[in-house]
């Protein structure tokens, strides 16, 4: 008899991402939301790598943008990634959104991700 999980987190992270699989051509983008900060990366699933990262951590220690508002972090943090993914050579990616709603800061890292030029 298979246990089904009352967590919502976990029945909505498994709802969403268990179809979602990233290649080379196409990977997976996985984002993570911390009280603080946002991290998110570009992951290649078939060969079980990360090819990049970035994260609002970054942009308080370079000091590129003042600190302002998560949802506007975020956005710059998306940017900043389409920027590292287009210099790797990715095009088109896959967004996994997670066990995370879209809305506030997921969102505005997937519109900064296709300001900055890819393709989710």
């Known amino acids: 008899m298979k246990k089904i999980s009352k967590d919502p ?28 900060f946002t991290y998110i990366q570009i992951i290649d699933d078939v060969q079980r790598k990360t090819l990049t990262s970035y994260s609002s951590l ?20 998306g940017l900043e990634l389409a920027k590292q993914a287009r210099k790797l050579g990715v095009t088109k990616a896959i967004f996994d959104r997670g066990l995370y709603a879209y809305k506030g800061r997921v969102r505005a890292l997937a519109e900064g991700l296709r300001e ?3 393709k989710i």
């Open 9 to 36: 987190k976990k029945r909505r992270k498994k709802r969403v991402s268990g179809n979602i699989f990233g290649t080379k051509e196409k990977p997976r983008i996985s984002p993570f939301l911390s009280n603080r």
């Open 58 to 77: 970054k942009l308080a220690r370079s000091n590129k943008h003042s600190k302002g508002k998560k949802v506007d972090e975020a956005k710059i943090v």
């Open 116 to 118: 900055g030029g890819l």
